[in-house]
Structure formats: structure tokens, C-alpha cells
């Protein structure tokens, strides 16, 4: 146990360097084509923060261990929700006097419909029509709405900020030599970042399997909370990076971009599972964390706009109440596992 714990925080820590080093390129990649802070968080930043989850949750359909894919991206929206919370908390002083773009109402709105519409699709398949398991096609009607409504959303997403002249500070990569070594050194982080998470999904697995007070901790809890954590540790540091950088908009566009694109990972593990339909193979106590994170996303909306204007005792109304969320979804979990 003490040796399998040393290779889970090790492989954590590498998955957390090489997220935060993807991050660094991938910042100077985007400044190249003049792409602004915004939109660098929601897509960019977005996508390659999420490329833990990704390996995980394909790995763990590889290994038949479907929960905890599921619950890795579920558990990873709470955990990503719950970091808003502490920036709010930690790093910024006079929320009153914070202002960030409304683009990232879309991005909170897309990634609320997806986790709802997965939802809809486990409680069909589990509650309503439990004896369908395969489909005709390689794409579920939920998954295939999931896919859908992300490409839409990314769709208003990039109309939106296309209006916009905002651009970052222009840097010096004219040599093309200078942006053939930023492209070299992001995509080998990139593979040091994918393989450590599939080794990481690996560990859980067998973490899920391990006894306490006689039970199984199992694949459902461990992925929303453990893997969870582990594959959100790359929006946390860029999200912390970025805030103390002062580019607040870059940091929740991280956070609020990773929250939709880990839904269309689910699509994707439904054509990694094969004709096999990914909703109708996991347990519904998922529903209960997927209720957790409409919770969280409905409190970081509300935050937002109206931020406490004191922190009693350290602590604003919207940070306590989402970290309480947190909590809770957390011992809901355990106790359903």
C-alpha cells in the first residue's frame, strides 16, 4: 500500500509539472496566431488541461473500469467548479472591484446542458429503459446530443470573441526555429502528460479495489474524488499561474472550457466501448455528483455577478457555499459507493 501510494503521488506530480509546462507553450503558440487571453483559456488551454481526463477515462474504458472514468470526469467539473471558489477566497481581495468577460456565462451554460443531458441518458438507461446495452451505431442518441451541443457552444463561443479586437501583447517568434522548438517541447510534454495519466488511471483502479472498514472504496468514488483531483491539478496550477499574473479571464476560461470539453469525452469513450452504449454501464449514483456540479455551476453564476462584499470569517457567501458542495458531494459519494 505505502509503495502504491509513493508511485500514485510521483505520477501525480509528473502529470502536474507537464500540465503546467503544456500550459506555458501552449500560451506562446497561441500569442503566434494573436489569439486573446479569453479565448486561449476557453479552447486552447481548455482542451490541453483536459488531456488527463481524457487518457484516464480512455484508459479506464480499456480496462473495463467504466466508473471510474465517469466519475473521474464528473468528479473533475466539481473539483474544477470548486477552484473558482478559492481563487475567489484566496487571491482576490476586493471582489466588488473584479470584473471578467460575460463570454464565460456561454461556457458555464454549454457545460450545465451537457452534464444534464448525460445525466438524462443514465437515468434512461438505468430507470427507464434498462435493457437496451448496445447500439446500431458507434454513437449513442445522448452521446451523439452531447457531441452536438458542444460543437455549438464552441461555435458561439468563437463568434463571440471573433467580435472582439482584444489581443495579447505581441511577442517576438518571428524565427520559425523559435516556434519549431515551442511546438517540439509542447507536444513532448504533452506525451510525458498522457502517459503518467493512463498510469495514473491504472493505480486508481486498483486504489478502488482496496478495503476500508471491509468495503471496496470503488470505481465511482475514487474517480470523482482522487483521480479527480489529480487530472484537475493542471487547470488548478495554470488557474493560480494566470491569476496571479492578473489574467483573470484566462484563468476561468481554463476552468469553464475544461468543464465542457470533459463532457465530449464521454462521445468519445462510447467509441472507445464499441458498440456498447457508455451510459447504460455505469452506476446512477453519478447522478448524485452530476447534481453536485449543476449545484456548483448555479453558485459560481451567481458569484459572479454578485460577490460578497466581506469575507466573515475569511470567507465570502459563494466560496463557503461551493466549497460546502464539495464537501458534501464527497460524503454523499463515499457512503453511495
Known amino acids: ?92 481581495k476586493k471582489p466588488k472591484m473584479v470584473s471578467f468577460e460575460p463570454i464565460h456565462f456561454i461556457s458555464l451554460s454549454i457545460s450545465a446542458i451537457l452534464i444534464t443531458l448525460a445525466s438524462m441518458g443514465i437515468v434512461f438507461y438505468n430507470f427507464i429503459n434498462p435493457h437496451v446495452g448496445y447500439s446500431k451505431f458507434l454513437l449513442d442518441l445522448w452521446t451523439v446530443l452531447i457531441l452536438v451541443i458542444y460543437l455549438f457552444g464552441a461555435y458561439l463561443i468563437f463568434r463571440s470573441e471573433k467580435s472582439k479586437t482584444g489581443a495579447l501583447p505581441e511577442k517576438d517568434f518571428s524565427k520559425s526555429k523559435g516556434i519549431a522548438q515551442t511546438w517540439l517541447k509542447f507536444l513532448a510534454f504533452s506525451a510525458l502528460l498522457v502517459g503518467f495519466a493512463i498510469y495514473l488511471a491504472r493505480l486508481g483502479d486498483i486504489i478502488a479495489q482496496i478495503p476500508v472498514a471491509g468495503v471496496a472504496l470503488g470505481g465511482t468514488f475514487v474517480g470523482s474524488l482522487l483521480i479527480a483531483i489529480t487530472t484537475s491539478l493542471p487547470e488548478t496550477a495554470v488557474a493560480i499561474s494566470a491569476i496571479r499574473l492578473g489574467f483573470l479571464d484566462m484563468a476561468l476560461g481554463n476552468i469553464f472550457g475544461s468543464n465542457m470539453f470533459n463532457m465530449l469525452i464521454i462521445p468519445i469513450m462510447d467509441l472507445a466501448l464499441g458498440r456498447k452504449v457508455i451510459l447504460s454501464c455505469v452506476s446512477s449514483v453519478h447522478l448524485f455528483t452530476a447534481l453536485f456540479v449543476l449545484i456548483s455551476t448555479a453558485l459560481v453564476s451567481v458569484g459572479l455577478i454578485y460577490r460578497s462584499r466581506r469575507k466573515i470569517p475569511g470567507l465570502a457567501w459563494d466560496s463557503f457555499a461551493i466549497l460546502f458542495v464539495y464537501f458534501a458531494a464527497n460524503v454523499v459519494n463515499f457512503y453511495l459507493r
Open 1 to 92: 500500500m505505502f509503495i502504491l501510494c509513493i508511485k500514485f503521488i510521483l505520477s501525480a506530480a509528473i502529470v502536474v509539472f507537464a500540465g503546467y509546462k503544456i500550459c506555458i507553450y501552449a500560451d506562446k503558440i497561441a500569442q503566434i496566431v494573436k489569439i486573446g487571453r479569453t479565448f486561449i483559456g476557453l479552447m486552447l488551454l481548455a482542451v490541453v488541461t483536459s488531456l488527463p481526463e481524457m487518457a484516464v477515462t480512455i484508459s479506464a474504458v480499456k480496462i473495463q473500469a467504466l466508473d471510474l472514468g465517469l466519475g473521474d470526469l464528473f468528479g473533475s467539473n466539481l473539483f474544477n467548479l470548486t477552484i473558482v471558489g478559492i481563487i475567489f477566497l484566496a487571491f482576490i
